[in-house]
């Protein structure tokens, strides 16, 4: 999300004829875009903020500015800890921090953002198209510093995801911190799937992707647009946290264990070759051996294709910070987080080496360590080799090619290249 707002931004920036520097001592603006979902993240952006100001002393035109969730509604000790910071800024809101910039060097920020695309996009990209949450689990910040769930318009969303594909983007990734409550909020009503469709309509996008579901917001309708629309990939990033009914029930999740794993047997009848990933949070106030035991149940019974693994973090501001006691140790954080990973190693090298010789259309994005990749429809991280072998040509970032799998890791996956052109329909869906 904070990618996405920070390339909108700077393509805000370049509309109004700034150019981009690497050199932080030395520009005119700067903009620091912060994520404080955890305590240690909002540490490193203050001391980032503590940099800048002493290289601001005897430079008075240059202007600092700060965005992200690390500015809430109430910014009076921001402002007094740090008085150098000309704007402060909650998330998405670019407006005054180009209004500032422009005011300073006499430029005009009018219609500057409207359309704000980078330039070069990547080929794969992604679209924020819900703001904030409504949930309020109990460890969570995000609502209080990003605020509740504002939608934007579908047209505001297809008309950017034209620009973004006449610039080259092929997989497009529509975000929110509750993606499937898009729509909510604005009328006429449109959900999630409908949104999808009108996105699937632009010729020449092959991939859309979503995330980050709840699993109480997965609805029947988003769960058949998946398998029903041809670009929208077989793949969803459904969090539990925890597999245990007591931790789920003080992380105010509001679904049981029982109520997780029917919706997820609800999605593997409806779509049988899904790529399923989640998160989990291990360590939570007061979680037990026998609790956590659970959440490996889960992990041992969906074997997921991916999880996210974080070791809970007290984060003042959250209601687990007010009302619960820290009382893991930071060793049995750890240790759990150790064993996660461990058994999802097995899993995952177990799963991706039944893939070997098999054919997967892959969508090239670059390279990654000097190696040619890219990624399947299950997002996939595939290697492609054999090029010089076999005489061909490298394919260009943004071209389908099908490949044979050769050999495969827990993490990426090692193929030939079969074919350039590749025909629209799906070969294998990993
Ligand atoms: S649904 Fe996600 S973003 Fe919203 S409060 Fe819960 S963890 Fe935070």
Redesign the pocket.
């Known amino acids: 999300m904070n990618t996405s707002d920070s390339e909108r931004l700077s393509s805000g920036f370049t509309n109004m004829g700034f150019d981009s520097t690497d050199d932080m001592a030395n520009a005119d603006v700067v903009v620091l875009n912060t994520c404080v979902v955890r305590q240690s993240a909002e540490d490193t952006a203050t001391g980032v903020l503590g940099r800048l100001g002493k290289r601001t002393k005897g430079n008075d035109n240059r202007m600092i500015a700060v965005m992200g969730c690390m500015v809430g509604p109430e910014q009076s000790e921001l402002k007094r800890r740090f008085p150098y910071v000309s704007v402060w800024a909650r998330p998405q809101e670019f407006e005054p921090i180009l209004e500032t910039a422009g005011m300073r060097h006499g430029l005009d920020p009018e219609g500057c953002l409207s359309g704000a695309v980078p330039e070069n996009p990547n080929v794969a990209s992604f679209i924020p198209i819900v703001h904030g949450?409504?949930?309020?689990?109990t460890?969570?910040i995000?609502?209080y510093r990003r605020g509740r769930e504002n939608s934007r318009s579908a047209l505001e969303i297809v008309h950017q995801a034209e620009i973004m594909v006449e610039r080259g983007v092929k997989d497009i990734t529509l975000l929110g911190?509750?993606v499937d409550s898009y729509g909510h909020d604005i009328r006429p009503r449109i959900d999630l799937a409908d949104l999808m469709e009108q996105v699937s309509e632009i010729s020449g996008l092959e991939r859309i992707r979503f995330q980050?579901s709840?699993p109480n917001d997965m609805s029947l309708r988003i769960i058949e647009a998946i398998r029903d629309l041809p670009k929208v990939c077989e793949m969803i990033n459904l969090?539990f946290?925890a597999g245990d009914d007591t931790i789920l029930a003080n992380m105010r999740?509001g679904y049981t264990r029982g109520q997780y794993m029917d919706k997820i047997a609800q999605i593997k009848q409806m779509i049988p070759n899904i790529t399923l990933t989640t998160d989990l949070i291990v360590g939570f106030s007061g979680e037990t051996d026998a609790q956590f035991e659970r959440s490996m149940g889960v992990l041992r019974e969906v074997e997921f294709a991916k999880v996210h693994t974080s070791e809970y973090s007290y984060r003042e501001g959250t209601f687990a910070s007010r009302k619960m006691t820290d009382d893991v140790s930071r060793e049995v954080k750890k240790a759990r987080k150790v064993t996660v990973d461990e058994l999802q190693k097995v899993i995952q090298g177990k799963n991706n080496a039944t893939l070997i010789g098999s054919n997967v259309d892959v969508i090239v994005e670059g390279h990654k360590r000097g190696r040619l990749h890219g990624r399947s429809r299950g997002d996939k991280l595939i290697y492609l080799n054999g090029l010089v072998e076999h005489g061909m040509e490298e394919p260009s970032p943004g071209q389908t090619v099908q490949v044979e799998i050769t050999d495969t890791s827990p993490w990426s996956l090692e193929a030939e290249l079969i074919a350039t052109n590749v025909k629209k329909e799906k070969v294998l869906v990993v």
């Open positions: 949450c409504d949930k309020f689990c460890f969570c995000i609502p911190q509750n980050t709840h969090p946290q999740r």
